[in-house]
């Protein structure tokens, strides 16, 4: 049964500190998506990528995030320095394909809070 | 530009109630509609999916029609369960393998 990982799932950690999230998309999917979550804005697009180039990213904050794939079975987010209202639940999502049609696998989510 | 509207929860129903969230969306083209169910401590899982208009989506009980001259993609079932206690999202993408637009999702708690 294949299923996008993420990992951690949960990461504590105080303001100021590096923070890296990895995800692995679905063997032979070209498409990986980053989201976040919050209460208060609901799902919010941060970045993605196509054949592991990035197509998007004007979702993230710039100055302290950054989005990679090293290769084709690892995407990674990283927050630098982190901040109290990046606490959020943090999605990957990958998909086959080019149709609209295609669903997008999600991940467990990265649970993130930053004290 | 995209967006998705869906009606504010909680809802709370009783189970075997019928249910009806609604959804309506704007966008140009000719959108792909989905409904995705997220719970708790989990991520997002597909629950159904309409590519056209007039196309019926169904899913363990769900349905969903893409109504194009409503705009909307009502989700309904007719006898809830428990089980079904979750957030839902409606969702939209308009071409090719792009970014899903969601809905800021509805909060479903159903009661023995």
């Known amino acids: 049964d294949a299923r996008v990982t993420q990992t951690p799932r949960h990461k504590v950690t105080e303001m100021g500190q590096e923070v890296t999230m990895r995800c692995q998309p679905i063997?032979?999917?070209?498409?990986v998506f980053w989201y976040r979550q919050t209460m208060m804005q609901g799902l919010e697009l941060l970045a993605y990528f196509r054949n592991r180039a990035p197509l998007d990213d004007s979702g993230m904050p710039k100055d302290r995030f950054s989005a990679e794939m090293p290769d084709a079975t690892l995407a990674t987010l990283k927050i630098q320095p982190s901040e109290p209202r990046d606490s959020a639940v943090y999605f990957c999502?990958?998909?086959?394909?080019?149709?609209?049609?295609?669903?997008?696998?999600f991940g467990p989510g990265t649970r993130l809070t930053v004290l | 530009g995209n967006s998705v509207t869906q009606m504010e929860g909680p809802v709370t129903l009783s189970e075997e109630a019928f249910l009806t969230i609604n959804c309506t969306y704007t966008?140009?083209?000719?959108?792909?509609l989905f409904w995705y169910v997220q719970y708790p401590g989990e991520g997002l899982q597909l629950l159904l999916k309409?590519?056209?208009?007039?196309d019926k989506g169904s899913n363990k009980g769900f349905e969903a029609t893409y109504r194009k001259e409503t705009t909307s993609f009502h989700l309904e079932k007719g006898s809830v369960q428990v089980s079904d206690s979750a957030v839902y999202f409606c969702a939209l993408r308009n071409s090719g393998n792009t970014p899903l637009v969601f809905g800021k999702g509805t909060r479903l708690s159903v009661i023995a």
């Open positions: 999502a990958s998909a086959p394909g080019q149709g609209s049609y295609n669903e997008q696998f």
């Open positions: 063997l032979g999917h070209n498409t």
């Open positions: 309409a590519t056209k208009a007039d």
């Open positions: 966008a140009t083209g000719y959108p792909s």
